[in-house]
């Protein structure tokens, strides 16, 4: 009797405090395998499988509310159009080929609760690169505009290739994209828009893209993290100057620090900005009334720069002693300066030939073509031209067409030892050949100046006159 009253105690504590096991039945209709789960509010989930049609979906109860599809495979527009569950709040797509192609659009508006749509594992097209094969997403037209309650996207473990519908990625709330590749192309107006929208990327979400738009093998962007790369695009964008046009447009595959240009060509600049991107490695600023280029030498901001381009300013001089222009050309193997077009007269020659001098390996280019260089001044001239002649291949690419200001000479041609004769220093040898012709002149002199008292005044030179007055005594 114990016994049988303890196991009913048990029994009913039991049924009290165990979960409801939600109702779960399996149907088959034709083709059609979906799992259909009813939990205590009566909310419906179905889960299936294989589909190639979603309208098929319709014989489907109407108080659907979270749909999953699993290894769907949707080869156009019709295909995936929905039946209008009006209960319907989430979507999923899981490891299915999606082929949003046309311009209309399949999700409409009468679907008035859906919020939020997944898509994980899943791809639209198939491209072969260089870099193997890629199943990549991409919603090529205005797909989910339509939705009024659509608020969240996401994404998981897809290679993402863009979504190009600025309107319905402003109208979005969340937009999560966790795991998988990231087409990160930042002249692509899709991502450009992402970055204006800000979502949010897991930090296993990388950057992927084809060599193809990269300006040079030293600048990458594949296995970069993709929330890394946006936020490098927005701080680029925000610290930019006015009136310029900054971009990212790689960045070093081992260190991962990004390669920025900030372009401010053709906007009157009297002065270089003094706020540039602190990650910029370029500018240009061709086009302008620069005076003078002392902040790429100087400004903290642009301590990474190592191609500047500077050319058709008025830039009369460069006043800059060995140690600053030495950090400069030592910021990167191959440092680049476009000086060319301005109003240079004279370079620092010293410190380039110090410099080439203490660092022969060290690669760096200039350009110094279109100015009017000062070949009246000796001591310049020569020292250019050696210059040009010793290194011109290698540091001045254009070294064959710098020209003189007055005669429009090829440098490299100008006969220097004609114009400018050189003097010899003097040594050892040439002192005393100048003392023995001293010695000589003197000694001719008082020669010619003896003999003429003899004649005129019939008088000895002294030392004579005293030797034959000592032989008389004797």
Same mark, same amino acid.
């Given at each position: 009797?114990?016994?049988?009253?303890w196991?009913?105690?048990?029994?009913? !504590?039991?049924l009290?405090?165990?979960?409801?096991?939600?109702?779960?039945?399996?149907?088959?209709s034709?083709?059609?395998?979906?799992?259909?789960?009813?939990?205590?509010?009566?909310?419906?989930?179905?889960?299936?499988?294989n589909?190639?049609?979603?309208?098929?979906?319709?014989?489907?109860k109407?108080?659907?509310?979270?749909?999953?599809i699993?290894?769907?495979?949707?080869?156009?527009?019709?295909?995936?159009?929905?039946?209008?569950?009006p209960?319907?709040e989430?979507v999923i797509?899981?490891?299915?080929?999606l082929?949003?192609?046309?311009?209309?659009?399949?999700?409409?508006?009468?679907?008035?609760?859906?919020?939020?749509?997944?898509?994980?594992?899943?791809?639209?097209?198939?491209?072969?690169h260089?870099?193997?094969?890629?199943?990549?997403?991409?919603? %090529?037209?205005?797909?989910?505009?339509?939705?009024?309650?659509?608020?969240?996207?996401?994404?998981?473990?897809n290679?993402?290739?863009?979504? +190009?519908?600025?309107?319905?990625?402003?109208k979005?709330?969340?937009?999560?994209?966790?795991?998988g590749?990231?087409?990160?192309?930042?002249?692509?107006?899709?991502? /450009?828009?992402?970055?204006?929208?800000?979502?949010?990327?897991?930090?296993?979400?990388?950057c992927?893209?084809?060599?193809s738009?990269?300006?040079?093998?030293?600048?990458?962007?594949?296995?970069?993290?993709?929330?890394? +790369?946006?936020?490098?695009?927005?701080?680029? %964008?925000?610290?930019?100057?006015?009136?310029?046009?900054?971009?990212?447009?790689?960045?070093?595959?081992?260190? %991962?620090?990004?390669?920025?240009?900030?372009?401010?060509?053709?906007?009157?600049?009297?002065?270089?900005?003094?706020q540039?991107?602190?990650?910029?490695?370029?500018?240009?600023?061709?086009?302008?009334?620069?005076?003078?280029?002392?902040?790429?030498?100087?400004?903290?901001?642009?301590?990474?720069?190592?191609?500047?381009?500077?050319g058709?300013?008025?830039?009369e001089?460069?006043?800059?002693?060995?140690?600053?222009?030495?950090?400069?050309?030592? /910021?990167?193997?191959?440092?680049?300066?476009?000086?060319?077009?301005?109003?240079?007269?004279?370079l620092?020659?010293?410190?380039?030939?110090?410099?080439?001098?203490?660092?022969?390996? /060290?690669?760096?280019?200039?350009?110094?073509?279109?100015?009017?260089?000062?070949?009246?001044?000796?001591?310049?001239?020569?020292?250019?031209?050696?210059?040009? !002649?010793? +290194?011109?291949?290698?540091?001045?690419?254009?070294?064959?067409?710098?020209?003189?200001?007055?005669?429009?000479?090829?440098?490299?041609?100008?006969?220097?030892d004609?114009?400018?004769?050189?003097?010899?220093?003097?040594?050892?040898?040439?002192?005393?050949?100048?003392?023995v012709?001293?010695?000589?002149?003197?000694?001719?002199?008082?020669?010619?100046?003896?003999?003429?008292?003899?004649?005129?005044?019939? /008088?000895?030179?002294?030392?004579?006159?005293?030797?034959?007055?000592?032989?008389?005594?004797?």
């Amino acid at each position: 009797m114990v016994g049988s009253m303890w196991q009913l105690y048990c029994t009913t !504590v039991f049924l009290l405090f165990s979960p409801v096991v939600p109702e779960t039945i399996v149907m088959h209709s034709d083709s059609l395998s979906c799992d259909i789960e009813r939990n205590e509010t009566d909310k419906v989930k179905i889960v299936c499988h294989n589909l190639d049609r979603l309208d098929t979906l319709q014989t489907l109860k109407q108080d659907v509310q979270q749909l999953t599809i699993i290894n769907g495979t949707f080869v156009d527009d019709v295909s995936l159009t929905l039946p209008p569950f009006p209960e319907l709040e989430h979507v999923i797509f899981k490891r299915s080929f999606l082929n949003f192609s046309s311009n209309s659009k399949p999700w409409p508006a009468n679907l008035i609760k859906l919020s939020s749509l997944t898509f994980e594992d899943c791809w639209s097209q198939k491209q072969r690169h260089e870099f193997g094969l890629f199943y990549e997403l991409s919603f %090529k037209s205005e797909n989910f505009e339509l939705l009024p309650a659509l608020k969240t996207l996401n994404f998981y473990n897809n290679t993402l290739l863009g979504i +190009h519908s600025i309107h319905l990625l402003k109208k979005l709330e969340h937009k999560n994209i966790e795991g998988g590749t990231v087409f990160c192309n930042c002249s692509d107006e899709w991502y /450009r828009n992402w970055s204006e929208v800000d979502p949010h990327f897991s930090k296993e979400s990388l950057c992927y893209a084809y060599s193809s738009f990269l300006s040079g093998a030293c600048k990458t962007v594949n296995s970069i993290p993709a929330q890394t +790369h946006l936020e490098t695009m927005k701080v680029t %964008k925000e610290l930019c100057p006015p009136k310029c046009n900054c971009s990212l447009t790689g960045f070093k595959p081992i260190l %991962k620090a990004p390669f920025v240009m900030v372009n401010c060509t053709n906007i009157g600049l009297k002065e270089m900005p003094e706020q540039i991107p602190p990650m910029a490695t370029s500018f240009d600023y061709r086009n302008n009334e620069l005076q003078s280029i002392d902040a790429l030498f100087k400004n903290p901001n642009y301590k990474r720069i190592v191609d500047a381009f500077v050319g058709s300013n008025k830039i009369e001089e460069i006043n800059i002693n060995k140690e600053l222009f030495s950090d400069f050309l030592h /910021r990167k193997n191959d440092v680049v300066l476009h000086l060319e077009n301005n109003q240079l007269r004279k370079l620092p020659i010293e410190v380039l030939e110090y410099i080439i001098k203490m660092d022969k390996d /060290r690669a760096f280019f200039m350009f110094l073509s279109g100015n009017p260089w000062d070949c009246v001044d000796c001591n310049f001239i020569r020292n250019l031209q050696t210059v040009l !002649v010793r +290194h011109g291949g290698k540091y001045y690419e254009d070294f064959h067409t710098i020209r003189c200001a007055v005669t429009n000479q090829r440098v490299i041609l100008v006969k220097v030892d004609e114009k400018c004769p050189i003097r010899r220093p003097m040594d050892t040898i040439d002192y005393l050949n100048i003392a023995v012709a001293l010695v000589f002149i003197s000694s001719l002199a008082n020669f010619l100046y003896n003999l003429h008292n003899y004649r005129t005044h019939n /008088r000895l030179p002294w030392i004579i006159y005293r030797l034959r007055k000592g032989h008389q005594w004797n």
